[in-house]
């Protein structure tokens, strides 16, 4: 069925080469045993292209310094903003090293300066509210197997 809108494709012969007429021997050239039709010409060649290594690898070498002095820049501006940040922290924050009496345990205690908060405490309170009581339970074991059980025997 032929709708008209497909076009019709023909079979047609091999493709013709055409013969160049251009082809002229040069100076220099080598002699081949390919037809005129199938050789190639060069094109005449221009300015030789000149790479200078050592401009390249001065280049990346400034680059490269570049690079790392932005990053060395950063790092310092980074380690300024900590000690900044810090310097203000001791400002508000007091810290203290105390001696628990009930456990005798080391006690680190930062307190907020204005309100007198404690912001953080090593060891945690519930730590040593758990060494209070173990304390406590050991030592009254140790009193109760120190007291001398007298037992009478009467027949």
């Known amino acids: 069925m ?8 023909f079979a047609t012969g091999a493709v ?8 002229s021997v040069q100076n220099g050239a080598t002699p081949v045993d390919l037809p005129p039709e199938k050789t190639v010409r060069s094109i005449a060649a221009g ?3 000149q790479l200078d290594i050592r401009a390249r690898a001065e280049e ?3 680059d490269a310094q ?3 002095s932005t990053q060395d820049e950063t790092t310092q501006q980074r380690r300024f903003d900590e000690q900044r940040r810090e310097q203000n922290l001791r400002d508000v924050i007091d810290r203290r090293i105390e001696i628990d009496p009930k456990t005798r345990s080391i006690v ?12 953080e405490q090593l060891p945690d309170e519930t730590l040593l ?6 304390r406590e339970i050991i030592e009254r074991g140790r009193d109760t197997a120190n ?5 009478e025997r009467i027949a």
């Open 129 to 134: 509210k758990l060494r209070a009581l173990s």
């Open 147 to 151: 007291q001398q059980h007298e037992v």
């Open 60 to 62: 990346r070498r400034s």
């Open 2 to 9: 032929d709708f008209g809108a497909t076009p019709k494709t």
């Open 66 to 68: 570049r690079q790392q």
């Open 108 to 119: 680190l205690r930062k307190t907020d300066r204005d309100t007198g908060e404690v912001i």
């Open 16 to 23: 013709q080469a055409t013969i160049r007429t251009d082809i």
């Open 47 to 49: 300015e030789p292209v």
